[in-house]
């Protein structure tokens, strides 16, 4: 079973069996696979040079738009234009925290240093903003319904939605973990706190209270 985040001598660690390792893989490519733009014969290759995306939209995944929303609700062009200006950085940006996560996963006991925790919160926001968006995670309601999906026996093999809400709940219950560790080493000052990384992320508006690996808090 994972070991939750803490932070010591050694910076932030955490513990992780190979089953947990490979899941967290999984989503991790997922994601990653997710936010590749998609390939346009007539793309400029100077504006592409220059992180420019001139031919950007919005998103028809759903999911794919919780990650790169738009920045105005209620001025579209706007939102387009800044889209097509910094969308394709942030998708790079993205797609290497999750990449960089993903390589601090090679042995059972993960090690974190201040720009490692920062990808791993990154990398992990984003698995749960897919996963929230899949499950149809819309209001404190719905966070609730899915935090009481708590015990892996009683899922059922074809039931895809429990299986998504058991994962989510994992990788909720990890990222509170990760933030309290962060969080602990700012407050103490290690090297961890970093002198330009940003305080550490919290959980997302109406997904809060994590659960641990078997609905454990």
Do not use: C
């Not at 100077?46 to 028809?60: D, F, H, I, M, Y």
């Not at 990384?197 to 808090?217: A, I, K, M, V």
């Amino acid at each position: 079973m994972a070991e939750p985040f803490t932070y010591g001598r050694r910076g932030i660690t955490g513990r992780f069996e190979d089953a947990e390792r490979e899941l967290l893989r999984g989503l991790f490519r997922d994601v990653v696979a997710l936010l590749e733009p998609d390939e346009t014969p007539d793309e400029d290759p100077l504006a592409a040079l220059v992180g420019l995306s001139p031919n950007a939209s919005e998103p028809e995944d759903p999911a794919l738009f919780r990650l790169l929303p738009n920045v105005s609700k209620d001025d579209g062009e706007a939102s387009l234009e800044f889209r097509r200006l910094t969308e394709r950085s942030l998708r790079e940006s993205k797609a290497g925290a999750l990449r960089a996560a993903a390589l601090g996963l090679e042995s059972r006991e993960v090690v974190l240093d201040t720009t490692a925790a920062e990808h791993w919160a990154t990398a992990l926001t984003d698995v749960r903003l897919v996963l929230a968006e899949r499950l149809g995670i819309r209001s404190e309601e719905d966070a609730e319904r899915i935090h009481g999906v708590s015990d892996w026996s009683d899922v059922e093999d074809d039931d895809v939605d429990a299986y998504l809400a058991l994962v989510y709940n994992f990788v909720t219950w990890i990222q509170t973990t990760l933030v309290d560790a962060m969080l602990s080493a700012y407050r103490a000052g290690g090297e961890t706190r970093g002198s330009s990384g940003p305080r550490p992320q919290g959980t997302e508006p109406g997904e809060e209270g994590g659960h641990g690996p078997h609905g454990q808090d």
